[in-house]
């Protein structure tokens, strides 16, 4: 591929527009590659995405559910959560997992997944022309039960499909989270060349 080129765009001025504690909008007056003046926004993330893919020894995952607020819609997704920058991914991943999966269905209380083997699998940017959010995602294998630690603001359900299903649920439309859609298919990938 060669060397990268060089950033064709230049930035005249930067300004803070908007701050909570997971974001912050800047506006930015630039030169763009074209040599004509405009603004650009930028969305940063103070957390990572991270998502774990578990996978039981019979070929199960686990989907949890909930009501994505932005969207305004339910989505099934993959465990996943915001690991703060300066945290080591893994173990965000490793506390997302356990917070997320719990199997009251099965039990008189909830229970968790904890995972024996834990794989670095994927690193992606999510929606890369107005935000700096990077997603990393692990596979997660030998798991156990435990306890499940939810956050408050969340109201999940947890689902254990073979992973077949998520796979078909991604092909169909029915999955469309960014972070399940990678790592579904780079797992299925995966599968297929063993």
């Known amino acids: 591929m060669g060397a990268a080129?060089?950033?064709?765009?230049?930035?005249l001025d930067s300004r803070l527009v908007y701050e909570n504690r997971w974001i912050s909008l800047s506006e930015h007056k630039v030169?763009?590659?074209?040599g004509n003046p405009g603004i650009y926004g930028v969305v940063h993330f103070k957390n990572r995405a991270i998502g774990v893919?578990?996978?039981d020894e019979e070929g199960c995952t686990y989907l949890v559910g909930q009501y994505r607020y932005p969207l305004h819609l339910y989505s099934w997704e993959i465990p996943e959560?915001?690991?703060p920058l300066e945290e080591d991914p893994l173990e965000a991943a490793k506390r997302e997992l356990r917070e997320e999966t719990?199997?009251?269905a099965f039990a008189q209380r909830n229970k968790r997944l904890e995972a024996d083997h834990w794989e670095h699998i994927l690193t992606l940017h999510l929606s890369n022309s107005v935000t700096d959010e990077m997603g990393i995602i692990y596979l997660a294998q030998g798991l156990r039960q435990g306890e499940s630690e939810p956050e408050d603001t969340?109201?999940?359900q947890v689902r254990r499909v073979p992973f077949d299903e998520a796979y078909r649920m991604v092909l169909s439309g029915a999955i469309t989270d960014s972070l399940t859609v990678a790592a579904v298919l780079r797992l299925k990938l995966r599968l297929l060349g063993q």
């Open 81 to 83: 959560g915001g690991g």
């Open 5 to 11: 080129p060089e950033n064709p765009w230049k930035t």
């Open 154 to 156: 969340e109201a999940l």
């Open 31 to 34: 030169i763009n590659p074209g």
């Open 53 to 55: 893919i578990p996978l």
């Open 102 to 104: 719990g199997l009251a």
